[in-house]
């Protein structure tokens, strides 16, 4: 069941959901084509905020950690688009390497690797988990709790292949961000590799994906005539940051000052009661670590020591040196009085579930992904693919299916985001 949801669903947002019901025969053909141009990763996750007048995305994952807290009802949607991509890349694949993060006390994560791997073994793969732990010299079992546990492997490599001990698999799938590097044991191997090393935060930058999310919102709001900005969030970039010695202080001023008065401009225009605000987050990062949210100019200014430190190191004791400035969406959706958003999965092009990630210590302006925040994994009642075209636009399956529409545009940003990549490496212009 869909726990008790509230939401202030009126005005535009309303009016983008008629669009999009209106339109969907030419929103399935359109994506469609898209993808006959533009390869889907492997899997994606796509954080969205609903502010009762903008739905749009604020953060696309590439190497998704929640598989757990999917609808368990939903899992055959995640086996068949496995199949799905797995077909492509290796379709007489019986064996897969998964590697994850390394990561042995945090048991909700290992509990998303464990739900990976049996999503991907009833596709018939034979799936086994191989760590990237330098002192793993051995398979350690965790307990994940209920009876179940993980088998977590050495890696083991050989020539240009990377498998275990006794197991030669024809892909490895990562569920690794790479946000400290890419490790030389994963440099130069033969093997399918999912998703590819430049889709890793050491290579990945959050502006660039929203400077690709531009172009998409753009066609999109062509396609179903409405504006893009109600899907799509402004942002600027500051680089040469230094949050400690306070360099980059005049840029990000700038850009928050320049940021809100666009913001203004658009609540004017739809006579939008709120007050703007501006998050600064790591341009490359992940975890919810290095964000925070201002209201003004001076707010970048008048940092703390606390706070300083807070936004100069990201995942794995990265250092902070540029920085995304995002238009902030207000989060109107509460879930027994606490704040939520939804978060959309999807494997190849489909989407295959979601959740709301809900925390009751934080505001509607305010980052979720912190400590304290849950998840209720039964949020979708239908599968977001199935809008009812003859019911109300605020109605369940119809509010999932934008929802889901919204992420796979994400998704196709993340694809062009790819490519862009891809083409750079080629032209041995990135690392």
């Known amino acids: 069941m869909v726990p008790h949801l509230t939401t202030a669903l009126t005005g535009p947002l309303l009016d983008i959901e008629r669009h999009v019901l209106g339109a969907t025969p030419a929103i399935e053909c359109w994506l469609r084509n898209q993808w006959h141009e533009h390869e889907a990763p492997f899997y994606t996750s796509v954080d969205l905020r609903n502010s009762g007048f903008k739905l749009a995305p ?23 688009a496995a199949m799905s991509a797995v077909d492509k890349i290796c379709p007489d694949t ?16 290992l509990q998303n690797v464990a739900r990976l791997a049996d999503i991907l073994r009833l596709t018939g793969l034979n799936v086994r988990i191989g760590s990237l732990i330098p002192e793993l010299d051995k398979p350690m079992e965790i307990d994940l709790g209920d009876g179940e546990s993980l088998l977590l492997e050495p890696i083991v490599r050989r020539a240009n292949r990377i498998g275990l001990a006794d197991y030669d698999p024809c892909a490895i799938l990562l569920n690794n961000d790479l946000s400290a590097g890419v490790p030389d044991i994963l440099r130069g191997i033969e093997q399918s590799l999912l998703p590819p090393l430049h889709a890793g935060w050491h290579v990945r930058r959050k502006s660039q994906h929203f400077a690709a999310y531009d172009q998409v919102a753009q066609q999109f709001g062509e396609l179903v005539d409405i504006d893009p900005w109600l899907i799509n969030p402004y942002f600027s970039v500051c680089s040469g940051v230094d949050f400690h010695a306070r360099q980059g202080e005049e840029c990000l ?18 006579k939008i009661d709120a007050e703007p605000f501006v998050i600064i987050k790591a341009d490359a990062g992940t975890y919810g670590m290095g964000i925070m949210t201002v209201k003004s100019p001076e707010d970048v200014r008048d940092l703390n020591r606390k706070q300083r430190n807070k936004m100069a190191v990201g995942k794995e004791g990265t250092s902070t040196r540029a920085v995304l400035l995002q238009e902030g969406v207000h989060t109107f959706e509460n879930i027994n009085d606490a704040v939520a958003e939804p978060v959309v999965y999807m494997m190849d092009q489909f989407v295959v579930g979601g959740f709301y990630r809900v925390h009751t210590g934080r505001g509607v302006d305010e980052n979720l992904n912190s400590p304290g925040m849950h998840f209720v994994p039964l ?11 003859h019911a109300n636009p605020d109605s369940t399956p119809n509010r999932f299916y934008t929802y889901g529409v919204v992420a796979r545009l994400a998704m196709l940003a993340a694809s062009i985001e790819l490519e862009t990549h891809a083409a750079l490496l080629v032209d041995g212009k990135t690392a």
């Open 58 to 80: 604020v953060d696309t994952n590439l190497f998704p950690g929640g598989f757990n807290n999917l609808n368990p009802d939903f899992i055959p949607l995640a086996v068949q």
């Open 94 to 109: 019986e064996q897969l390497l998964l590697i994850p993060e390394n990561h042995t006390r945090n048991i909700f994560y």
């Open 253 to 270: 001023e700038q850009q928050v000052a320049l940021l809100l008065d666009k913001i203004r401009v658009k609540y004017q225009e739809y």
């Open 379 to 389: 949020a979708f009642e239908t599968p977001c693919c199935l809008p009812d075209r």
